[in-house]
């Protein structure tokens, strides 16, 4: 008979899991508790929210959705990090997995679909939100940058032309 706080709880985990754009599974086992410390910080800071759930409560909340495929990637103690914005919790978790090696993605949901931890390195390789819109600017503003150079050119070069004939011209009355 199920619990008013195990229905809760999957009610939070299907929540979670609905409202945000990536839901990454963590392993976590063997940190100290000042490295979590750390590691729940540094999530917090940049807007992800990590969650510790008890692993037949999370798929039970998984197959309620129909992402059951994702339970596989659950083995022994894991953490769950749950952000909207699909890059920032896959470059922190690589990132701190390389200083404090018991941390490393599993395997998680994007946007409704299960991917795995291949998927998720690469996604944590693809250049930020903002690099990829200064990329942009800057591959916009490039042609826009040498059309104002030619159009400067114009009138310069046009100054130039006339000053080059006042020069002869003052170079012939003087003679």
Do not use: H
Request: include cysteine; charged fraction near 25%.
């Amino acid at each position: 008979m199920p619990t008013q706080e195990n229905i809760q709880t999957v009610a939070e985990i299907k929540t979670l899991l609905e409202n945000n754009d990536i839901a990454i599974i963590t392993r976590y086992k063997g940190m100290n508790v000042a490295q979590v410390t750390n590691l729940r910080r540094k999530l917090r800071e940049s807007g992800v929210e990590y969650k510790v759930f008890k692993n037949t409560l999370s798929r039970l909340a998984l197959k309620e959705l129909g992402l059951e495929d994702a339970a596989q990637y659950m083995d022994g103690p894991t953490a769950w990090a749950f952000c909207p914005d699909p890059l920032t919790p896959t470059k922190l978790l690589k990132s701190f997995g390389k200083e404090v090696k018991f941390v490393s993605m599993l395997g998680g949901v994007l946007t409704g679909q299960v991917v795995n931890k291949e998927q998720l390195d690469a996604l944590a390789d693809l250049p930020s939100r903002e690099q990829l819109l200064a990329q942009v600017v800057g591959t916009i503003a490039a042609p826009l940058s040498n059309l104002v150079g030619v159009l400067n050119a114009v009138p310069r070069n046009f100054v130039n032309v006339l000053d080059q004939i006042r020069e002869q011209k003052e170079k012939a009355d003087a003679a």
